[in-house]
């Protein structure tokens, strides 16, 4: 397809404001009434913005979604005062549970740590405010993990763990910056449909 030299201009303008304006819309301040009634974590979390009612409010959701631009920029907001991680396990019909082999848990290589799991900590974070993520997870899980010493498998177990980070005097004190104590919740679990696993 050839194009003269003015429309080509004319349709990268067009791509470039319309990217722009996304990113100004994601990024608009939060109404007062929403904050007011709602979790901050849950007005910053772009599906916050999953509500929008007007046309350009989904137009602007969606194609920021579409192209990656769909994430609020959360430069100077409150960070979690605790350190978390996943266990996520499979039970099976033998009532055995398995610690799944999966990123960040379970025997991993240096490499494997540093080059390829650093991703699975965000992906793993979405969890905590898109609970059918966990599900869609489970979900393909239960497929890829179908069998266990040919038991067949259950359920999928989400397990989080969290511990607290201490106050800058306190970790002084005690010469760390965690707490020792760490808590356990089980997030969800999830019920394999076993007729469909292989």
């Known amino acids: 397809m050839n194009l003269d030299k003015n429309t080509k201009r004319f349709l990268i303008s067009i791509f470039v404001l319309l990217n722009i304006l996304t990113v100004i819309y994601i990024?608009?301040?939060?109404?007062?009434?929403?904050?007011q009634n709602n979790k901050l974590k849950e007005i910053l979390h772009p599906?916050?913005?999953d509500s929008m009612r007007s046309a350009a409010g989904l137009f602007f959701t969606n194609y920021g979604e579409l192209v990656g631009l769909g994430t609020r920029w959360l430069m100077f907001v409150l960070q979690d005062k605790y350190n978390w991680?996943?266990?996520?396990?499979?039970?099976?019909?033998?009532?055995?549970?398995?610690?799944?082999?999966?990123?960040?848990q379970?025997?991993?290589s240096?490499?494997?740590?540093?080059?390829?799991?650093?991703?699975?900590?965000?992906f793993q974070y979405n969890?905590?405010?898109?609970?059918?993520?966990?599900?869609h997870y489970a979900s393909y899980l239960c497929r890829k993990y179908p069998v266990h010493n040919g038991v067949k498998i259950r359920s999928i177990i989400f397990e989080f763990y969290k511990q607290n980070v201490l106050?800058?005097?306190e970790a002084l004190k005690r010469n760390t910056y965690l707490d020792p104590t760490v808590r356990k919740e089980i997030a969800g679990?999830?019920?394999?449909?076993t007729e469909n696993v292989k």
């Open 27 to 35: 990024n608009r301040p939060v109404p007062i009434k929403e904050v």
């Open 47 to 49: 599906s916050s913005l």
């Open 85 to 104: 991680f996943y266990l996520i396990k499979a039970k099976y019909a033998d009532s055995s549970e398995v610690i799944l082999p999966v990123p960040r």
């Open 106 to 108: 379970g025997d991993r």
């Open 110 to 122: 240096v490499l494997q740590r540093i080059l390829f799991d650093f991703k699975d900590a965000k």
């Open 127 to 135: 969890f905590n405010y898109r609970p059918y993520a966990r599900e």
């Open 167 to 169: 106050e800058p005097k």
């Open 189 to 193: 679990v999830f019920n394999c449909h």
